[in-house]
């Protein structure tokens, strides 16, 4: 398959790495347990899953590249330490602001990538690229516009959703180093355990609800593991082994959108004008960065999403 191809499939993966991400909120709503119990489930449903992926993967590859030093493993539980600080500081943000004033500041981790990006990976930025950016990020902005608050109060739960910026910018570009050397499901098996491990410590410290009460709330973290994160967080990690992480940023935008429209679906939440507005500037910011975003070595090239 050549370079042009692997890229589109890698856009593809991406957009629906992001489309099934955004059934994360949800699915969250609809579980019957705490916020980190949930993100333990998610973890412990789909680790069985990834496992055996990862070792159909490397018995039918005897090649591929395993970790075996004490560096390879420190850095993949970076990653799963990255992934749970990003959920637990979100949930507990929560606690203290609004939703949409946490979704607003959360959704600044794409300037946090790509700039890091730039300095680090000496990924080539070009201006086309932070026009569409921005554009993606105000069009998430909108998304939540009418239901912001900045309330003094409030000043503990904005801070937390700012450092959850800042850690699941940690994440992306983790995973973005990792996949120069690992294969996406040895990625997702070992930095998933540390992650699982982590959210039901948080869990059990924070005296939360742990064992699902009914059938539905089972369904939801099951279905959260499976669509969320064995097929989200996947179809994500494969995707940044061949684009940039300041574009793959970018484009997880999509994730709200695709949250919001499932809620008006499923929930019978009502979308706003200013929604509707947000999530096509979304699309139109994301087309826009797409159009000259540099592939994973740097260069630059016209991409048609």
């Not at 993949?76 to 749970?84: C, H, K, Q, V």
């Not at 507990?92 to 680090?120: E, H, M």
């Not at 450092?163 to 990625?187: C, D, E, H, Q, S």
Request: glycine share 8%; proline share 4%; hydrophobic share 55%.
């Amino acid at each position: 398959m050549g370079t042009v191809k692997i890229r589109r499939a890698a856009v593809g993966a991406l957009l629906a790495g992001a489309g099934c991400i955004g059934f994360a909120p949800v699915l969250v709503r609809l579980s019957d347990v705490g916020p980190s119990a949930t993100a333990f489930y998610r973890l412990l449903f789909a680790l069985p899953f990834l496992w055996v992926w990862m070792w159909v993967d490397q018995s039918k590859s005897p090649v591929t590249t395993r970790p075996a030093t004490a560096k390879d493993f420190l850095v993949l539980a970076i990653a799963g330490l990255f992934f749970t600080a990003d959920l637990a500081l979100w949930h507990w943000s929560l606690q203290f602001t609004s939703v949409a004033t946490s979704t607003l500041l959360t959704n600044f981790a794409p300037l946090l990538v790509t700039a890091t990006a730039a300095i680090f990976f000496r990924e080539k930025i070009t201006r086309q690229f932070v026009v569409g950016m921005l554009i993606a990020v105000g069009g998430a902005g909108l998304l939540v516009i009418d239901r912001i608050e900045f309330r003094q109060h409030q000043a503990l739960g904005n801070a937390l959703a700012v450092l959850t910026a800042f850690f699941y910018a940690g994440y992306l570009l983790t995973v973005k180093v990792l996949r120069a050397r690992f294969r996406t499901p040895a990625i997702m098996a070992w930095s998933g355990i540390v992650s699982c491990i982590s959210f039901l410590v948080v869990a059990l410290l924070s005296n939360e609800t742990v064992v699902p009460a009914s059938a539905r709330g089972w369904v939801a973290v099951i279905a959260l593991a499976l669509i969320s994160h064995l097929g989200g967080q996947a179809l994500i990690t494969h995707a940044l082994g061949h684009l940039p992480a300041s574009f793959s940023s970018v484009t997880l935008l999509l994730q709200p959108l695709v949250a919001a429209l499932l809620a008006w679906v499923l929930l019978k939440e009502a979308l706003t004008l200013w929604q509707w507005i947000g999530g096509i500037i979304i699309l139109c910011g994301i087309f826009l960065a797409g159009r000259k975003a540099p592939d994973a070595q740097g260069r630059t090239e016209p991409e048609n999403m």
